[in-house]
């Protein structure tokens, strides 16, 4: 498991640059995002956690690049370049404005289950993203009212936790919903290193 950190604990971490990180990062290995931005806080402080975001690694090595597979707010289900994502997040010439931690999952994932975890996220490209379920989880957490309700939309989290169910991982649900932190304290994640 993952230990807890707190923002302080992840600004601490030694930050291995991405060109020093990229050739161990592995398929199936996890993204957890600590944001500083607006979204990101509001996510923060209602799951209680520095983490606002996850998604997964995908390398490809014909093409010799490494992805992140992940749904984001406005964008929905999609694939992006995670070389783009740490220089300039969102077309906007900057970085990624907060922390990026690589998670990975012990045991390491076999071929099958990499490709089973990949595809069924590929399969879900372009699917929107899941605004009303952010403010259900709100509601769950704030007045215990409600329940978790499946439909063809992905907050971050879903997306992981759907992709790693496909492969055969199933992530513990504290609640009836899952965040990014539900996913980095479960049991076989494990910190690899800093790269923002």
């Not at 931005?37 to 998604?55: A, E, K, N, P």
């Not at 990026?100 to 699917?127: F, H, N």
Request: hydrophobic share 40%; aromatic share 10%.
């Amino acid at each position: 498991m993952a230990a807890p950190l707190a923002k302080k604990q992840i600004k601490r971490l030694s930050v291995l640059p991405y060109e020093a990180a990229r050739d161990d990062l592995r398929s199936g290995d996890l993204i957890f995002c600590s944001g500083s931005y607006l979204f990101s806080g509001l996510i923060q402080r209602f799951t209680g956690s520095v983490w606002s975001h996850v998604g997964i690694v995908y390398r490809d090595e014909a093409l010799s690049r490494v992805f992140v597979l992940e749904s984001e707010a406005g964008i929905g289900v999609r694939l992006a370049p995670l070389s783009k994502y740490l220089r300039d997040y969102h077309g906007r010439r900057r970085p990624y404005r907060g922390q990026i931690v690589i998670g990975r999952v012990a045991p390491e994932l076999d071929t099958a289950q990499v490709r089973r975890a990949v595809s069924y996220g590929m399969d879900l490209l372009t699917k929107p993203y899941d605004n009303s379920e952010i403010l259900r989880i709100a509601m769950r957490i704030l007045f215990r009212i409600g329940r978790r309700t499946r439909d063809r939309k992905y907050i971050c989290s879903e997306l992981v936790d759907e992709c790693f169910a496909a492969a055969g991982i199933e992530f513990a649900r504290p609640d009836n919903y899952i965040s990014p932190d539900d996913i980095w304290r479960n049991g076989c994640v494990a910190l690899y290193n800093r790269v923002l």
